[in-house]
């Protein structure tokens, strides 16, 4: 994982991003103590390569789930919330 500053990531912008678009190896820009990463959009875990655990968690995180969550109470799910999960609904 090449880690770099930001002054450096603007001398070679196009050459670092063709890099990590090759490789799958992401660029890991260091500006004032926080940390970013330049990395293929589309397939984060698959290309992440060598991020460290933490890394890939906050990653995960920070992404949009795929489905909105639901709001229930406890009473609505212990009553199995609102729905009917009877074999007959096949």
Do not use: C, Q
């Not at 603007?10 to 090759?22: G, M, P, T």
């Not at 799958?24 to 500006?31: A, T």
């Amino acid at each position: 994982m090449t880690k770099i500053t930001l002054t450096e990531l603007r001398k070679d912008l196009f050459r670092l991003a063709d890099r990590a678009l090759e490789t799958g190896e992401p660029v890991v820009i260091e500006r004032n103590g926080r940390t970013m990463v330049l990395m293929e959009a589309g397939k984060p875990f698959e290309r992440a390569g060598k991020l460290t655990h933490a890394e890939k968690v906050r990653a995960f995180w920070k992404t949009k789930p795929p489905f909105p969550p639901m709001n229930l109470s406890l009473e609505e799910m212990e009553g199995g919330g609102g729905y009917d999960w009877s074999p007959d609904d096949n």
